[in-house]
């Protein structure tokens, strides 16, 4: 088991930047592909970023390419989401999860954080 609790949304001015920050409990942490999804009202939830245990294998999805980078602490059991140049259309609920790559990429995740609201100012 994996309990996994966001941190870190909040209200931004577009533009701006925030750190979100996922802590995990259970042994197991370093073993779980770790990524971060989002959905925004009225929209399904995105697959936007994701690391393996060395962080060696990233994914991101194409829309936050080159702006939002993924990073992964395993002795402190915490995956983090660095998100700079905000945009409105990153306005969303951020959800951790912990899982595998292969079914990542298709929306679906192991283990979920409760999710932290993350809201671009125009």
């Known amino acids: 088991q994996v309990q996994l609790v966001e941190s870190g949304g909040g209200l931004v001015q577009r533009g701006g930047s925030l750190r979100l920050s996922c802590a995990a409990s259970?042994?197991?942490?370093?073993?779980?592909?770790m990524g971060w999804f989002r959905q925004a009202p009225g929209k399904e939830r995105e697959f936007v970023a994701g690391t393996s245990w060395s962080g060696a294998n990233t994914y991101y999805a194409d829309s936050v390419k080159g702006r939002l980078t993924v990073a992964r602490d395993n002795a402190k059991n915490t995956v983090y989401l660095q998100m700079n140049s905000l945009q409105s259309e990153d306005t969303a609920v951020y959800y951790c999860?912990?899982?595998?790559?292969?079914?990542?990429?298709?929306?679906?995740?192991?283990?979920w954080g409760q999710g932290t609201q993350v809201t671009v100012s125009s």
């Open positions: 999860a912990a899982g595998r790559l292969a079914t990542m990429i298709r929306g679906h995740g192991d283990y």
């Open positions: 259970g042994r197991t942490f370093s073993s779980y592909y």
